[in-house]
């Protein structure tokens, strides 16, 4: 199978102008008569749905929340960037490009990055528009700040709730189409499979959560932005909710999966307490603006911090980085924490937690100015932990909380099924190895306001469209494969929750394709996970019927399509023999302990096509070039 | 530590509920009310009992997803804290924690302590945003906002759509969640042209919906996670009041309130399909 990125030609900066006017449109009064599917409204999903339904298409939007307003960006804190340049210390779109594929290690795709920086700037004004209260200075204007893996400030926020203003700006966006009539919204509908007819995406197959009813929803175009995969591991910082069902179910359908690898760990997370818990609990980014990482010098100091003087610190991160210092990217930061914690120098009960340490930032701007820019996060820390930041230094640890990984898509993100388009998260394109602070939110909005609402319009154009009965044979497979998945979780009946195997699944993809994997380690991952899967087919429990709320039974359907992931996950790390941002094979590093690319044998996004239950996946490569911004070293010393 | 969850049990919205005793012998102080229900529904679980359904999912306090009465307070004891952030520590071992769901005609129960409230996202479809489709915005900095206005706009926006103010009002009232978003588009140079328009349409649709008038008892935002203050209702009423006046020679349409949630059995498809 040949990959076609229809990446336009010419120079990357008219990349974008060029593709557009190419695009055919779609007659304004044609248009109410195309029917678009969006599963998922979040950031990229809501930002789709309202924008195409102003255009005048009709829309269908689906989430198993209660309430599109629920969707998992909401939980963004830190900020998106925009290469506005309000500050004028240097920035630029083409700062902003440089430092995303800089930042992803070289494994994204350039266009598309290139877009999305000089796409970032419209977002900002789109949202400010609509009512968003992003921070202000005194005199009006918009105030910005720095964030991880950037020396300039381009982040705007809104206070540290920056993904939820956003987030209601979509959603307010997307409620007044429903007003209008022009968006349905389904909410408590999972989609669990793809209905593809003649080679092209024409509708989806979906369960009421409510009343189990499984339905059928035909149309013209399916745009999946239904985010990221993060809970294969289970303990992640993603919503209970967040899955991978849409995008796995779509990937049996025929859409390539590109880099399942590439996940991303977050540096500041609060640490693990304890067997129960369900999920990990993410501190902004943001906070290592002004916090000092550091650990014990010795191994095992047992002692209160404030009884550790300055000259038994070890500020590692500004003494390895000392020019990003605790602003290098999440990755390193990242890693670095783990490496301490390893070396036995780790603080908190477990020892796997290293000090976020604001008295310096307290002495130097006073108690009230870190109030007003953290002030929701300290009393969120305190609140689990029991511990007063004001007073005593955080305790931090690494926790998943992005996969850059996602479904194949080209230029005009469109997957390998025509007329299955994926932003957002769900997709693999702009982020590389490694996700930079700031800029989930850059795409999501970017995919879903400006960018798949004109390449949906030039598919819809350019082919024709028959309509399609409710017998026809692709529905009936479709409903029946739905169907039988249900019964067969329900009449399984055997001794274990899905909640247990979930939580050994997630250990496993943890311990071995974590922050730091091996070939070893990779194979003796693939071979459990594969015993565990079969061990799920015959004895989970999954209590209940298949006609009413059962949230048993909506976790067990997801489960298992992470099972087939968690795979999928080994299997591409396996085969990446190289260390690329968030990918650390420990075979491959530098002399100084950092990430070893290959960029002669491995320069390339890793597509994997589905062959069956149980079957080894085919890779297709898609090359990448760097005609720009030439391959380097990343360097943050 | 150990507590007894008494919890509001239903199978169906239309089903009779009842309150039933659940022992927890191995709750821990540090886990949080969430965590203490999941514990007791894996041991439901493996006893082939159904679990108990509650909505959740950010689990950090800011999707609005949770949220619950806990021995009659919405939310729990904790002030500005959501049931997903409650932790244990906050009860005494051996409490009595008595569970149950928003009580409100508006939120009608669909099982356990799991509600419907999509009669909140109408309130917001009939006028709560500002009407600027796609690519229509001038520059970021083209409107400025004084950070006062910003400031307070943000504190008003903060609301997370839980419904906890609905659940503590004796009247069952929507005002704080109502004025939250009227106030917060209103302070904005951005929300002006629309905001006579919007407070009268999302006060109609919120009547229409039959949550109950505002008697200003405060009870809603004494439990409100995000502690918007009472004053987002003074500001709703101030624009109502004024809009009424500047808008009446305009009708207000409302949408109609449904809690249906089947599609019908018959499969959906497209319309211009032969037989569909």
Known sequence: MELRSRIPAGPIQEAWDNARFEMKLVNPANKRKHHIIVVGSGLAGGSAAATLGELGYRVSCFCFQDSP???????????????????????????????????????????????????????????????????????????????????????????GQTGQQLLLGAYQALERQVQAGSVTMYPRTEMLDLIVIDGRARGIVTRNLVTGEVNTHIADAVILGTGGYGNVFYLSTNAKG???????????????????????????????????????????????????IWVPLKKGDKRAPDQIPESERDYYLERRYPSFGNLVPRDVA?????????????????????????????????????????????????????EDPYQVPMRIYPAIHYTMGGLWVDYHLMSTIPGLFVIGEANFSDHGANRLGAS?????????????????????????FESVSDSHPEIRNAIACVQQTVQKLLAINGKRTVDSFHRQLGKVVWDYCGMSRTAQGLETAIYQIRELREEYWRDVKVPGSADDLNQSLEKAGRVADFFELAELMCVDAL????????????????????AQRDDDNFSYAACWGYRGYGNREDLVKEPLEFEYVHPSQRSYK | MRVTLKVWRQQRGKSKGKFVSYPVDNA?????????????????????????????????????????????????????????????????????????????????????????????????????????STGSAPDGNAIPVAKEAADRAMDAAACIGCGACVAACPNASAALYTGAKITHLGILPQGKPEQDMRAIRMVAQMNEEG????TNIGECTGVCPKEIPLEVIAAMNRDFFRGTWHERDNVVITMRPFTEWSYGSKLQVDPRSTDG
């Open chain 1, 69 to 159: 307003r629920r969707a998992h960006s909401i939980a963004a804190q830190g900020g998106i960037n925009a290469a506005k340049n309000y500050q004028n210390d240097g920035d630029s779109i083409w700062r902003l490009f440089y430092d995303t594929v800089k930042g992803g290690d070289f494994r994204a795709r350039e266009a598309n990055v290139y877009r999305l920086a000089q796409i970032s700037v419209q977002i900002i004004d789109q949202c400010v528009a609509q009512g968003v209260p992003f921070a202000r200075e005194y005199g009006g204007t918009l105030t910005n700040r720095s964030f991880g893996g950037a020396q300039v400030s381009r982040t705007f926020y809104a206070r």
């Open chain 1, 242 to 292: 967040s899955n991978v069902t849409a995008c796995w179910r779509a990937h049996k359908r025929g859409a390539l999966f590109a880099n399942p690898c590439f996940t991303q760990i977050h540096p500041t997370c609060i640490p693990v307490s304890g067997d129960y818990q369900s999920k990990l609990t993410l501190m902004s980014e943001s906070l290592r603006n002004d916090g000092r």
């Open chain 1, 334 to 386: 990242s890693r670095n924490a783990k490496y301490v914690c390893d070396e036995g120098r780790g603080v908190g009960e477990t020892g796997l937690g290293v000090y976020l340490d604001f008295s310096d930032a307290i002495r130097r701007l006073g108690r009230k100015t870190i109030e007003e820019r953290y002030g929701n996060l300290f009393d969120m820390y305190q609140r689990i932990t029991d």
């Open chain 1, 440 to 464: 989930a939110l850059m795409q999501g909005l970017s995919d879903g306001y400006f960018i798949v609402p004109y390449t949906v319009g030039d598919y819809l154009a350019s082919n024709k």
């Open chain 1, 575 to 594: 085969e990446r023999n190289e260390s690329c941002g968030g990918h650390f094979r420990e075979e491959y590093q530098t002399p100084e302990g950092e």
């Open chain 2, 28 to 132: 821990n102080p540090d886990m949080s009310m969430l965590e203490c229900l999941d514990v007791l529904n894996e041991q439901l679980s493996e006893r082939r009992e159904d679990p108990i359904a509650f909505e959740h999912d950010c689990r950090e306090g800011i999707c609005g997803s949770c949220g619950f009465m806990i021995n009659g307070i919405a939310h729990g004891p904790l002030p500005a804290t959501t049931v997903c952030q409650l932790t244990m520590r906050h009860f005494k071992d051996g409490d009595e924690l008595l569970l149950e769901p928003w009580r409100a005609r508006a939120f009608p129960v669909i099982k356990d302590l799991v509600v419907d409230r999509r009669s909140f996202d109408r309130i917001i479809a009939a006028g709560g945003y500002i009407s600027v």
């Open chain 2, 211 to 214: 949550f109950g008038g505002c």
